[in-house]
């Protein structure tokens, strides 16, 4: 994939799982422009489409996703609904059913959006492993998530902060500068790693780091209370 593209689909993707769905749309409405052969790129502008009330439009990204790759078994189910909120009920069940008789790829094989589903609930077992202190438990959990869905940020972004939480520094660095490189506008990987480097003593990288966060963000508050607790460094520790 060539390199504009490829920044234009993490901007893209990095605005819509955010769900600001406006700024999403301009980036993967370019992609389709240049290259229409991501069925993931039309599934997300048919959400976007759907949350617009444009459900015509929606329906005809859906079915571009499925004539792309057949087997999308979430776009089909994203189609189903749009059918059913149309009124065309028959097709609404046709789809779905099509969908259903396609989840299993193969012997052993998961489909990939029933991936994404194991990925979330392994995920939020981590989170409440997390919420009690129970540090390895929770880190166990989201390396699980992550085996199956390697590209979710937001799960290996609280990888890297129970890492941290554990006291294995340079591996939640690790994790965090992976977070920055799948997706370089996901803002909390980067506030994070801010931290990550201050606790490892890395000062200067750590303010570098948060103001390129307010260069991306400027009325981020969290990037700029990091700077401001810089001049007082028994702070940034417990504000982290």
């Known amino acids: 994939m060539e390199e504009p593209l490829k920044q234009l689909l993490t901007l893209g993707r990095g605005y819509f799982e955010k769900k600001q769905y406006a700024q999403a749309e301009q980036y993967l409405a370019k992609i389709v422009e240049q290259n229409p052969t991501f069925a993931d790129v039309f599934n997300m502008l048919g959400i ?9 439009r929606a329906q005809r990204a859906f079915e571009s996703a499925l004539n792309l790759n057949p087997a999308y078994t979430e776009a089909a189910l ?21 969908a259903l008789s396609r989840q299993k790829t193969g012997p052993g094989e998961l489909d990939p959006y029933v991936e994404k589903k194991i990925a979330n609930m392994y995920g939020e077992i981590g989170d409440v492993y997390a919420s009690s202190g129970a540090w390895q438990k929770a880190i166990e959990e989201y390396r699980r998530a992550l085996g199956l869905c390697p590209q979710f940020v937001d799960i290996r972004l609280k990888l890297g902060n129970a890492l941290r939480d554990a006291g294995d520094n340079v591996a939640a660095i690790a994790e965090y500068e992976q977070v ?5 506008a996901f803002i909390p990987g980067r506030i994070q790693y801010g931290v990550a480097l ?19 963000s ?9 700077l401001n607790l810089v001049k007082d460094p028994g702070k940034v520790e417990q504000a982290g």
Request: no cysteine; hydrophobic share 40%.
């Open 180 to 184: 920055i490189t799948q997706n370089p």
């Open 78 to 98: 994203n189609l189903a609904v749009i059918y059913n909120d149309m009124g065309k009920y028959a097709e609404a069940k046709e789809v779905y059913q099509a």
């Open 48 to 56: 976007i489409y759907h949350d617009q009330g444009q459900f015509a």
């Open 218 to 226: 400027p009325d981020n508050k969290s990037a700029q209370m990091y």
């Open 198 to 216: 201050y606790s490892a003593g890395r000062r200067a990288e750590a303010v570098q780091v948060w103001e390129d966060v307010l260069a991306r």
